[in-house]
């Protein structure tokens, strides 16, 4: 079965540097998406993206955020200044072309450990 | 935007015994609806999902219902397992149209004893 992979599956940086996570969604998929857990709290949507730009972003999603699909393959998050209270899980997600929904595959995840 | 409450946040049943998850969305644009179960430290899994066009969906012992009017929706899981015990996410999906991201609830930690 196809899934969405993600690497590292453990980060840990100092604050204020920059992190890059990286997914490779499923293949065939149009639709991609960041997530982010906090420890021990729901997931909350980051951004999408489709047809190489940004479809929509959440307030969490600032300037301090940025997503690339640098090749037909990979989907990444990048973090230019990291804050202590970017620690959390990031998942990535992809779907396909959804017409009355479709469901959306997650990532393992990127465990994001800011000191 | 769409917001969606989920109750009860923790929940602990009997092997054999059923649970209920509840989840209300307050965006009527809304029109998917998947359930997801999430192990410690792992990725959430799909379980069931409902589309809008429907008012209840089964799978084995996993059962969803959704009422449009009312604008919630339900997980039902019969005969409960160890196994079960996770924690449970509703999402609401919104169309393509308008962003179609999932909008998750808070999540019920369901523990199923032996």
């Known amino acids: 079965e196809p899934e969405v992979t993600q690497t590292p599956s453990h980060q840990v940086t100092q604050m204020g540097q920059e992190v890059i996570l990286r997914c490779v969604p499923i293949s065939n998929h149009l639709y991609f998406y960041w997530y982010r857990q906090i420890l021990g709290q729901k997931v909350e949507f980051l951004v999408s993206?489709?047809?190489?730009?940004?479809?929509?972003k959440s307030e969490i999603f600032d300037d301090q955020f940025s997503v690339e699909r640098p090749d037909g393959s990979n989907f990444t998050l990048k973090i230019r200044s990291t804050k202590l209270e970017d620690s959390a899980m990031y998942f990535c997600a992809s779907q396909t072309l959804p017409g009355r929904g479709a469901e959306a595959f997650f990532g393992q995840g990127t465990r994001l450990t800011v000191v | 935007g769409e917001n969606v409450e989920q109750h009860p946040s923790t929940l602990s049943v009997q092997e054999g015994d059923s649970a209920v998850i509840k989840c209300t969305y307050s965006?009527?644009?809304?029109?998917?609806f998947p359930w997801y179960k999430q192990e410690l430290g792992k990725r959430p899994q799909l379980i069931i999902d409902i589309r809008s066009n429907v008012g209840e969906k089964k799978d084995q012992r996993i059962a969803v219902t959704l009422n449009k009017t009312a604008k919630h929706f339900s997980l039902h899981i019969t005969e409960t397992q160890p196994e079960d015990s996770a924690v449970y996410f509703c999402a609401a999906n919104k169309p393509a149209n308008a962003g179609n991201m999932l909008t998750f609830g808070g999540g019920t930690r369901l523990m199923v004893k032996p």
């Open positions: 965006d009527s644009a809304s029109n998917y």
């Open positions: 993206f489709y047809n190489n730009e940004i479809s929509e």
